[in-house]
């Protein structure tokens, strides 16, 4: 069964950068979307960034064009999150995701059927 590993979460200072890394494990894996996701303790989850494995198209939360950047490696089967400038709002557990298709609703939690385990970020003032 294919599963979704999230590395990378960390605490930084404000100001700092992480970069999370997703890969997926444990077979065949067809899924053209990867999204990254987060939700802050008492909020719901919330779209941050997805990419296109075939066409590198990206798509982000318009709060964070600018200080993170998704990209993939194809070669290592690799997604990456890229958060520089980090905030104190920053702090939350960020989930890897994937869907088939591009679109509809990349930017939709619903629409992702598989889900990595999470990672905490942590972003001290």
């Known amino acids: 069964q294919v599963q979704l590993v999230e590395s990378g979460g960390g605490l930084v200072q404000v100001g700092g950068s992480l970069r999370l890394s997703c890969a997926p494990s444990?077979?065949?894996?067809?899924?053209?979307?990867m999204g990254w996701f987060r939700q802050a303790p008492g909020k719901e989850r919330e779209f941050v960034a997805a990419i296109s494995w075939s066409s590198g198209n990206t798509h982000y939360q318009d709060s964070e064009m600018g200080r993170f950047t998704i990209s993939r490696d194809n070669a290592k089967n690799t997604v990456y999150l890229q958060m520089n400038s980090l905030k104190p709002e920053d702090t939350a557990v960020y989930y890897c995701?994937?869907?088939?298709?591009?679109?509809?609703?990349?930017?939709?939690?619903?629409?992702?059927?598989?889900w990595g385990q999470g990672t905490q970020v942590t972003v001290s003032s």
């Open positions: 444990g077979g065949t894996f067809s899924r053209n979307a």
């Open positions: 995701a994937a869907k088939a298709h591009w679109n509809p609703g990349v930017a939709v939690a619903t629409e992702y059927d598989y």
